[in-house]
């Protein structure tokens, strides 16, 4: 990595640890054959995938024939909402789902709602929090899917992941979660929070781009969105990203191992990064401090334009939002279904820590943003 920038733009993507690259590159040079072949080299890489997939499942307390091998969490969640809908709707055709959902999950069920079935996207208090009783309200007995992201990339906001399911399952409908921003962060068993479907993504915590998986609850039937060779009980045929595989586990293992350890250092980071932001004057915290994950601060300087800052800030990486929709300009979708006004919206930047983050990025960033923000306060 380019050393001289000061990351903090850890929920877009994370860099690879040196850990992990060095356990995928022998799957990328020498052992490189394919672990659907029969042949006794191709056996011997099956077996590391397989080792790989227990320890994976293992991380979140699933079982190893749970876990399907996707690209990312996009193409995961694809998999799992249109194999639900298709697999369900003699039961129902009615999916609730949140308005600050990432677009991987937005745009899926957008897409089912064009083919005939009925979508609710719940609404978020301030806070960013869903209100579980518009939630009761929603549910119906001809709901298949209730989709709700355990914690969101903008914000860090942390729903209620547990009390949903039991919601959703009170009802007889599956309970999925986009947990990209919380595998690797926090402590996470599918079976004690009740959730049939999870998905996750490699390069959100220290692996490379091009892996991510998606847990599935056993007996929960998905008809199959992607056909070929009939890879991941066919769920998603394709040869499997060996090296991306490799790398996922060891960021799992490493994660698992200092988790608490990393927790600490960033929290504190992050706590020191806001709590100097918010001194100054015109800013205000999108969301609350209870219920949000310890990496991430959404912060508005009213007035401000957070792309003007963006661009002045060289060897700064923030975030104004979600890089995902930076192609097209306009207010951020999470921050606008909290009630923020286009203009707030648009003066909001994201600042999201990693574990590779120091005290001198953090007070970088806290000097720059001074300087670009208050060219006249007088903070000494
Ligand atoms: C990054 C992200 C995604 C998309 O993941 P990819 O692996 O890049 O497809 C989905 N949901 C959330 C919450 C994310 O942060």
Do not use: W
């Amino acid at each position: 990595m380019n050393s001289k920038v000061k990351f903090l733009d850890n929920n877009s993507t994370t860099p690879i640890d040196p850990r992990v690259l060095d356990a995928m590159l022998p799957f990328l040079q020498d052992n490189f054959a394919n672990p659907s072949s029969t042949h006794h080299f191709g056996q011997s890489i099956n077996e590391k995938v397989k080792q790989a997939r227990e320890q994976i499942a293992d991380f979140i307390n699933a079982d190893s024939n749970e876990l399907i091998f996707t690209s990312g969490a996009t193409e995961a969640s694809n998999i799992a909402i249109k194999g639900v809908a298709e697999s369900y709707s003699n039961k129902g055709k009615h999916i609730i789902t949140v308005s600050t959902e990432h677009k991987a999950v937005l745009d899926t069920c957008k897409d089912l709602k064009r083919k005939g079935f009925e979508v609710t996207f719940l609404s978020v208090l301030q806070s960013g929090l869903i209100d579980l009783a518009e939630l009761q309200k929603a549910i119906r007995p001809d709901t298949i899917l209730v989709s709700v992201m355990y914690v969101n990339n903008e914000t860090g906001v942390i729903q209620p992941i547990k009390e949903i399911a039991t919601i959703a399952h009170d009802m007889g409908a599956l309970f999925m979660t986009d947990a990209t921003q919380a595998v690797g962060k926090l402590e996470i068993d599918v079976n004690d929070l009740g959730i049939d479907l999870l998905c996750f993504s490699g390069h959100k915590m220290y692996a490379p781009k091009g892996i991510g998986a998606l847990y599935v609850r056993n007996k929960t039937k998905l008809t199959s969105q992607i056909h070929g060779g009939g890879h991941e009980q066919g769920l998603r045929s394709g040869t499997l990203n060996v090296p991306g595989i490799i790398a996922l586990s060891k960021a799992c293992e490493l994660a698992n191992q200092e988790m608490t350890q990393n927790q600490n250092t960033i929290s504190e980071l992050r706590d020191r990064l806001e709590a100097e932001l918010l001194k100054l004057p015109n800013t205000s915290l999108n969301s609350v401090s209870q219920n949000r994950i310890y990496n991430t601060a959404n912060i508005c300087f009213k007035g401000q334009d957070a792309n003007v800052l963006i661009g002045r800030m060289k060897n700064i990486a923030i975030s104004n939002g979600s890089a995902c929709s930076s192609a097209v300009v306009e207010p951020s979708h999470v921050l606008k279904a909290m009630g923020l006004s286009d203009d707030d919206a648009f003066a909001s930047l994201r600042f999201s820590l990693g574990k590779f983050n120091t005290i001198e990025d953090v007070e970088t960033v806290i000097q720059k943003i001074k300087e670009l923000t208050q060219p006249n306060f007088n903070y000494a």
